[in-house]
């Protein structure tokens, strides 16, 4: 690549760092042109996932002040660039990766914050923040303080929280009823918190 060229292709690559709220990183080796072209459908509209150099990609992460980066790239490397919403990203990310192990997530950052690999997993896991927080605020009960603040955290920081947070909970389920020796019995006082929750939604 000539020198205006990679002089040309840093600043994009800074710009689209810059403008986007969060980036994922992936390995794309063995997939088809194809398969590259569903995947980017598959992101939408809000995502631009781009294949860059590596050596262009830490000059263009440098500038943009984005930390975290240089680790990650290794081997070719396709960035998805996100100017939507990270969870649905995520998923779809992890869900192609599923269906094609070619693909594989490296990494990536989030509202400044770098993530690896399990914490986009997270990410992805949560489906979406609002239902997520909403489950954990009314299991917690004694603990909504938390939830609360939950809200107001960067999603990357709710990508480190949530495991913490569902073993909180699980911790606490166990005391809100009592144990059943009827397994009967004990599917229908399963079953009651669910119908609960459905009559106050």
């Known amino acids: ?50 294949v860059a150099k590596n050596t262009l990609t830490k000059i263009a992460a440098r500038e943009a002040g984005v930390d975290g980066v240089d680790d990650l790239l290794n081997g070719p490397t396709a960035i998805a660039f996100i100017k939507g919403d990270p969870v649905e990203v995520a998923k779809g990310l992890r869900d192609f990766a599923k269906a094609n192990d070619k693909l594989v997530i490296k990494g990536g950052f989030l509202e400044g914050k770098a993530l690896d690999a399990a914490e986009i997993t997270k990410l992805a896991d949560l489906e979406s923040r609002e239902v997520l927080l909403a489950r954990l605020a009314g299991g917690m009960k004694a603990n909504l303080s938390k939830a609360a603040a939950l809200f107001q955290a960067p999603l990357a920081q709710a990508a480190r929280a949530v495991g913490a947070l569902q073993t909180k909970v699980e911790q606490e389920q166990p005391t809100a009823s009592a144990p059943a020796e009827d397994p009967s019995a004990t599917a229908e006082t399963e079953e009651a918190p669910a119908a609960a929750e459905g009559s106050e939604g």
């Open 1 to 50: 690549m000539a020198r205006p060229d990679k002089a040309a292709a840093v600043a994009e690559l800074t710009d689209e760092f810059r403008s986007s709220n969060g980036a994922v990183l992936t390995e794309y080796r063995g997939l088809t042109v194809k398969q590259l072209q569903e995947l980017r459908r598959s992101l939408g509209e809000n995502v631009n996932y781009a």
